[in-house]
T-cell receptor
Framework: EPEVTQTPSHQVTQMGQEVILRCVPI?????FYWYRQILGQKVEFLVS????????KSEIFDDQFSVERPDGSNFTLKIRSTKLEDSAMYFC?????????????FGPGTRLLVL | AQSVTQPDIHITVSEGASLELRCNYS??????LFWYVQSPGQGLQLLLK??????LVQGIKGFEAEFKRSQSSFNLRKPSVHWSDAAEYFC??????????????FGQGTELSVKP
C-alpha cells in the first residue's frame, strides 16, 4: 500500500538554525499538507499546498516558514530560524482530491527538538 | 471558531470489552468528521469519515461512529476491543475554502490502553 514517508524521523537543532523537513507524498497525489503537534497539545494545521502554491495557511505559518515542491516527488517544510517553541512533531500529509473530501494520508512524522 | 473536544485524555479497557471514545465539535456549517488512529512510530491512519447521509458510519478494524447533530457529537465505538487497538485516537473536523485546502482541525487525542 502506498504511504507517505518523512525524513528525518528525529532532528535536533540549535535555536536560530535553519531546518528542512522532507516528505515524499503518495505518488499520484496533488494536495499536500503540513501539521504539527507540540508535546501534549493538539495536532495543528500549518499549511496546504496545491498546484505549486499555498492554498491555505494558519496563523502559525509566519514568514519563518516556507514550503516547496522542488521536484516531482518531494515536499519540504523549511523553518528559517528556529525558535524553542518550534519543538514539535511535524506531520506531512497528502491527498488525491482537493478540499475536505480528499482523504489525507499522513506520514509518521519528524520529531524536531530545538535547543 | 471551529473546535473539537475529546474529553477523555486516557482510557483503559479490558480486552474483549466494548469501547466508546467521545468527540464533540463546534462548527457553524455541516461538518465533515473524521477519526484517525496513531500507533507508536506510525503516521495518522484514517479509521472512518462522515460527510453526509447515514449517521452511522462503518470504518476499518471493526470501528464505527455515530454522528448526532443535536449533541454535536461523533463518538467512536467498537463492540470488542483487541490488544492491538491500543493506540492514540484523534477526532477531527474538516472544512475547505473554495473547495481547496482541506484543513483538518483535530481534538486533543485519546490514548487507549488495553488490559489483558
Amino acid at each position: 500500500e502506498p504511504e507517505v514517508t518523512q525524513t528525518p524521523s528525529h532532528q535536533v537543532t540549535q535555536m536560530g538554525q535553519e531546518v528542512i523537513l522532507r516528505c515524499v507524498p503518495i505518488s499520484n497525489h496533488l494536495y499536500f499538507y503540513w501539521y504539527r503537534q507540540i508535546l501534549g497539545q493538539k495536532v495543528e494545521f500549518l499549511v496546504s499546498f496545491y498546484n505549486n502554491e499555498i492554498s491555505e495557511k494558519s496563523e502559525i505559518f509566519d514568514d519563518q516558514f516556507s514550503v516547496e515542491r522542488p521536484d516531482g516527488s518531494n515536499f519540504t517544510l523549511k523553518i528559517r530560524s528556529t525558535k524553542l517553541e518550534d519543538s514539535a512533531m511535524y506531520f506531512c500529509a497528502s491527498s488525491g482530491g482537493g478540499g475536505v473530501l480528499g482523504t489525507q494520508y499522513f506520514g509518521p512524522g519528524t520529531r524536531l527538538l530545538v535547543l | 471558531a471551529q473546535s473539537v473536544t475529546q474529553p477523555d485524555i486516557h482510557i483503559t479497557v479490558s480486552e474483549g470489552a466494548s469501547l466508546e471514545l467521545r468527540c464533540n465539535y463546534s462548527y457553524g456549517a455541516t461538518p465533515y468528521l473524521f477519526w484517525y488512529v496513531q500507533s507508536p512510530g506510525q503516521g495518522l491512519q484514517l479509521l472512518l469519515k462522515y460527510f453526509s447521509g447515514d449517521t452511522l458510519v462503518q470504518g476499518i478494524k471493526g470501528f464505527e461512529a455515530e454522528f448526532k447533530r443535536s449533541q454535536s457529537s461523533f463518538n467512536l465505538r467498537k463492540p470488542s476491543v483487541h490488544w492491538s487497538d491500543a493506540a492514540e485516537y484523534f477526532c477531527a473536523v474538516g472544512y475547505s475554502i473554495y473547495n481547496q485546502g482541506g484543513k483538518l482541525i483535530f481534538g486533543q487525542g485519546t490514548e487507549l490502553s488495553v488490559k489483558p
